[in-house]
């Protein structure tokens, strides 16, 4: 596709259940960055990866959050064992290369809501 | 560590009017600096980055702005704003060498006004 693709696009989860929300990026692009948004508020880093390497996973909020992007393309972020502040909206974005200087493109994002 | 100011939570003016959103940051090295913005339901929509070189960045659908190094700022303008401006913007930065994520400010939101 044209641009960064994520689904779903809306969740729905009961506290305690487990969630995994897609991405894919624009193809060829290096570089993948999950940001997470809460209401009012500017995208939070959650992790980045390089390829199929995660480089950084400092911004992840506890050891409930996983991501990975086995084959270089596809990421996945699964958050498990869902809790109330967990709702938010996850931003997935795709940059060409892992050049500082490279603007990162933005998919439209999951919301998910914890009930 | 880096940070980003937005200091207006809300931005208005009416269409035809030059527009300004401020965005201040701090950073341990180098700044590289980006404008997005956000329209309902949308993702983040680049619209600008200054790297190096001039001080003044033009951009997507006639924004521009301009880094300001003594005064830590980079406030994004547009000389003539029109309803469809109306949205969210984000200010980011990276810190160079130390860093390659982006920090975001909260946020500005402006509403062009008929």
């Known amino acids: 596709g044209a641009g960064v693709s994520q689904s779903p696009r809306y969740k729905v989860a009961k506290r305690g259940q487990d969630v995994a929300l897609r991405c894919d990026p624009i193809s060829g692009h290096v570089s993948l960055f999950w940001y997470q948004q809460a209401l009012g508020q500017g995208p939070e880093f959650l992790t980045y990866f390089q390829n199929e390497a995660q480089l950084d996973k400092s911004g992840l909020p506890s050891d409930r959050f996983f991501a990975e992007r086995p084959e270089g393309s596809v990421s996945t972020l699964k958050i498990q064992r869902t809790q109330q502040e967990d709702s938010a909206v996850y931003l997935c974005?795709?940059?060409?290369?892992?050049?500082?200087?490279?603007?990162?493109?933005f998919g439209q994002g999951t919301r998910l809501t914890v009930v | 560590a880096q940070s980003v100011a937005q200091p207006e939570d809300q931005v208005n003016v009416a269409e035809g009017n030059p527009l300004t959103v401020k965005c201040t940051y701090s950073v341990s090295g180098n700044p590289y600096l980006f404008w997005y913005v956000q329209y309902p339901n949308r993702g983040l929509q680049f619209l600008l980055k200054y790297i190096t070189g001039d001080n003044l960045v033009k951009g997507s659908y006639g924004f521009e702005a301009e880094f300001n190094k003594s005064q830590t700022s980079f406030h994004l303008k547009k000389p003539s704003a029109l309803v469809s401006d109306s949205a969210l913007y984000f200010c980011?930065?990276?810190?160079?060498?130390?860093?390659?994520?982006?920090?975001f400010g909260a946020g500005t939101t402006v509403t062009v006004r008929a």
């Open positions: 980011a930065v990276r810190d160079m060498p130390y860093d390659y994520k982006l920090s």
């Open positions: 974005a795709s940059s060409l290369t892992g050049a500082e200087n490279t603007e990162a493109f």
